[in-house]
T-cell receptor, first 115, second 112 residues
Framework: DAGVTQSPTHLIKTRGQHVTLRCSPISGHKSVSWYQQVLGQGPQFIFQYYEKEERGRGNFPDRFSARQFPNYSSELNVNALLLGDSALYLC??????????????FGQGTRLTVV | GEDVEQSLFLSVREGDSSVINCTYTDSSSTYLYWYKQEPGAGLQLLTYIFSNMDMKQDQRLTVLLNKKDKHLSLRIADTQTGDSAIYFCAEGPSGGYNKLIFGAGTRLAVHP
């Protein structure tokens, strides 16, 4: 079985540009979450989507947005890129049951560099 | 508030046991997790423990949970060079679906 897949693996963008990152969850998983991991720090929660609806949002500006598609894949969009957005963006999928956390499996991430 | 703290660095000799410690603040956390991250890679789920347990063993890994002190530890027996990585402790607040709160990570260095 395929794990969580993310694309692209690496990306270089210029300040002010827009970027779209993609994630496909493990087959059968309906929840996708996005995390930002800045070098030397732990991952920070950005969004969670479950059954195509946003279920949680971290402390990130409105430049960050996401959506989940009927096949449960997801996109993370970041507008007006800043140098500080350079990070590893991780996607996690899980088979969330109501109000209970279960195992979250992470993809390999997309390394975004903003220059 | 939500906060997870870990010591930043641990160095052990190959074959010894490693103990990585973590403290958390949210007493309502349902699950507590340990993830491993190798250079340039994503996060690998190692193990997790329910908040109503105090110990879980999985091959070379032992997780101990002290709910009173909000302290979590990961013991790796017979540490190998392949165990060199960054280890993240994370808490999953109840009702928060899949929002995980991570510590800054402990870098484990295993030397001969």
């Amino acid at each position: 079985d395929a794990g969580v897949t993310q694309s692209p693996t690496h990306l270089i963008k210029t300040r002010g540009q827009h970027v779209t990152l993609r994630c496909s969850p493990i087959s059968g998983h309906k929840s996708v979450s996005w995390y930002q991991q800045v070098l030397g720090q732990g991952p920070q929660f950005i969004f969670q989507y479950y059954e195509k609806e946003e279920r949680g949002r971290g402390n990130f500006p409105d430049r960050f947005s996401a959506r989940q598609f009927p096949n449960y894949s997801s996109e993370l969009n970041v507008n007006a890129l800043l140098l500080g957005d350079s990070a590893l963006y991780l996607c996690a999928s899980s088979s969330v049951t109501r109000q209970v956390n279960t195992e979250a499996f992470f993809g390999q991430g997309t390394r975004l560099t903003v220059v | 508030g939500e906060d997870v703290e870990q010591s930043l660095f641990l160095s052990v000799r190959e074959g010894d046991s490693s103990v990585i410690n973590c403290t958390y603040t949210d007493s309502s956390s349902t699950y507590l997790y340990w993830y491993k991250q190798e250079p340039g890679a994503g996060l690998q789920l190692l193990t997790y423990i329910f908040s109503n347990m105090d110990m879980k063993q999985d091959q070379r890994l032992t997780v101990l949970l002290n709910k009173k002190d909000k302290h979590l530890s990961l013991r790796i027996a017979d540490t190998q060079t392949g165990d060199s990585a960054i280890y993240f402790c994370a808490e999953g607040p109840s009702g928060g679906y899949n929002k995980l709160i991570f510590g800054a990570g402990t870098r484990l260095a295993v030397h001969p």
